[in-house]
């Protein structure tokens, strides 16, 4: 009989193969994300420092890139300090809300890494999407490979949240007879 640890890990591997036999899969909204599309921010405010490269951007920010879309109360954006201000990397609070066309990613905190390519949610973190849903404590997604990790972040971890376990978990679709 398989322990209840590996019909999880078994379960969680069948959804991150699921592109290979026809369903979505964790990620699979962010798969063949555009990291070099341009970036495009509004908010009810921006306050611009030059001097530190960085931008506060706060109230319903809404910054969207191709079809990525990550939505929050406060966004912080660093830019390179050369004359292109290109946008380095985006850190986000507040009620942080991650889609693309087949997914919802929820989290307390976000970072996305343009650099690395690496989008990082943590605190009460959830996965949707049309096979199933994860919760975990932290998720970190490698735009460049399709690799995510979730774990369960440490209970009473700076920015875990009260709810968080120290578990992963999730709810998976079967296939119907």
């Known amino acids: 009989m398989m322990r209840r640890s590996h019909l999880l890990i078994a379960a969680v591997a069948a959804m991150l193969a699921a592109p290979a036999i026809g369903q979505q899969g964790v990620g699979s909204g962010l798969k063949n994300h555009d990291t070099n ?8 405010r921006i306050e611009v420092n030059d001097r530190a490269s960085r931008a506060i951007v706060s109230g319903s920010v809404d910054v969207r890139q191709g079809r990525l879309r990550l939505q929050a109360e406060r ?3 660093a830019y390179a300090p050369s004359g292109d201000n290109a946008i380095e990397r985006i850190d986000a609070t507040g009620g942080v809300v991650i889609t693309s ?23 009460n973190v959830s996965l949707r999407n049309p ?11 490698d735009l460049r490979t399709g690799r995510a990790v979730l ?26 007879t």
Request: aromatic content about 4%; hydrophobic content about 30%.
């Open 75 to 77: 966004v912080t954006v």
């Open 151 to 176: 774990d369960g972040g440490a209970p009473g971890a700076p920015g875990s949240g009260s709810s968080t376990t120290g578990r992963v978990t999730g709810r998976f679709t079967v296939p119907q």
């Open 37 to 44: 599309a341009p970036i495009d921010i509004g908010a009810e």
């Open 101 to 123: 066309p087949t997914e919802t990613i929820r989290g307390n905190t976000g970072i996305y890494d343009l650099r690395a390519k690496i989008i990082t949610l943590m605190g």
């Open 131 to 141: 096979d199933g849903n994860l919760n975990g404590g932290r998720l970190v997604y």
